[in-house]
């Protein structure tokens, strides 16, 4: 595991990286989060990267979030100003934790979970602004309400304005905007196309709804936050470029 000296020297390189991307965009580096991704790393991991200031974290799975949040803020403190992002696809069982622990959600994509967090939420007195997962590459091992042929499919785009219509008005779980995945080792101007699409979808989004804000955009991991941020990111999940490999459990 790399220390916050060592996580320190990738954070700078990350850094470079976004503010040369947003650069070639036309756009200004702080727009854009980087949030590091700690799914099976310790809650040390955390702490070391903490000190190598890094304040946005992101987990995949709620139980290990509910696990590693209280080593860190026992060892931090609650009040520190970390935030922690569950990054993940959420199980109905496990719904409970998300609403108990997470700061923000990025992986939204069925209404049952979203019924399921606004009344936990309600209950446990929470916000939890949230991401739709919208999924445009029709991969079938990726999750996300199905947007592959949004430009020509009215039942498509009818299904995301509904349920973005249902989340502003359940005042626990505000949408954020949109969250994709670009196809894993695809050229990148696939990749580029994926994240394109996602920019145009949210801005079509905020024509029908003018009660969203501005939408948000999660998108864009180690291998292609760089063409993300030109293509409009506004969050990139970042984990190997700041800490190598995972641990393997």
């Not at 670009?182 to 801005?203: G, H, Q, S, Y």
């Amino acid at each position: 595991m790399l220390n916050w000296q060592q996580i320190s020297e990738r954070h700078e390189v990350v850094r470079a990286r976004m503010a040369a991307a947003a650069a070639r965009a036309g756009r200004a580096a702080d727009e854009v989060t980087l949030i590091a991704v700690t799914k099976t790393w310790p809650a040390q991991l955390v702490i070391e990267a903490y000190d190598a200031g890094l304040f946005h974290f992101g987990e995949n799975r709620p139980e290990e979030l509910a696990a590693k949040r209280p080593v860190v803020e026992a060892a931090l403190g609650p009040t520190v100003g970390l935030t922690w992002h569950l990054i993940g696809t959420l199980q109905s069982r496990k719904s409970d934790l998300a609403a108990a622990h997470a700061d923000v959600f990025h992986a939204l994509d069925r209404d049952k979970i979203a019924r399921r967090l606004a009344a936990e939420l309600a209950v446990a007195d929470r916000v939890l602004p949230a991401f739709v997962e919208v999924n445009l590459s029709g991969e079938a091992t990726k999750s996300g309400l199905p947007m592959t042929q949004w430009e020509e499919d009215a039942t498509q785009r009818a299904a995301l304005r509904t349920m973005v219509s249902s989340l502003l008005a359940a005042p626990s779980l505000p949408p954020l905007g949109l969250m994709t995945m670009a196809p894993w080792d695809a050229p990148p101007d696939e990749i580029r196309a994926v994240f394109r699409r996602c920019r145009t979808l949210a801005e079509w989004l905020a024509g029908e709804l003018p009660a969203l804000p501005r939408p948000a955009l999660s998108m864009g991991m180690t291998d292609d936050f760089e063409i993300a941020i030109e293509e409009g990111a506004t969050h990139v999940r970042v984990g190997r470029a700041l800490f190598g490999e995972r641990e393997i459990r």
